[in-house]
């Protein structure tokens, strides 16, 4: 069985930094893409942050610039690095993957991100 374990999430202040981590369990096989989605209160799922196995990324507009993702030298890692933080980015992060055989998304549990103004 998958597991996604997520990590690195916290309080902190307007403009600080922070790095999430998420480490998978199990199979990587046919693992597609790894990534981060957010929920804030009240708020839909957005997607973040997103990292192919072939290290192609995409990024939300309101994070582009300012969150770098990237994939551990195990396989099965992927970091958040999460810079000039704003309130706005208040959240509960998840980790996801994507497979391909069979198609399917794991998630993680979710870490809460915090920001104070």
């Known amino acids: 069985q998958v597991q996604l374990v997520e990590s690195g999430g916290g309080l902190v202040q307007a403009g600080a930094s922070l790095r999430l981590s998420c480490a998978t369990s199990g199979t990587i096989f046919s693992i597609n893409a790894m990534g981060w989605y957010r929920q804030a209160p009240g708020k839909q799922r957005e997607l973040v942050a997103t990292?192919?196995?072939?290290?192609?990324?995409n990024y939300a507009d309101s994070v582009k610039g300012r969150f770098t993702i990237s994939r551990g030298n195990a396989e099965n890692t992927v970091y958040l690095q999460m810079n000039s933080l704003q309130p706005e980015d208040t959240a509960v992060y998840y980790c996801y993957a994507y497979y391909v055989v069979p198609p399917r998304i794991s998630w993680g549990q979710g870490t809460q991100v915090t920001v104070s103004s």
């Open positions: 990292i192919t196995t072939g290290d192609t990324t």
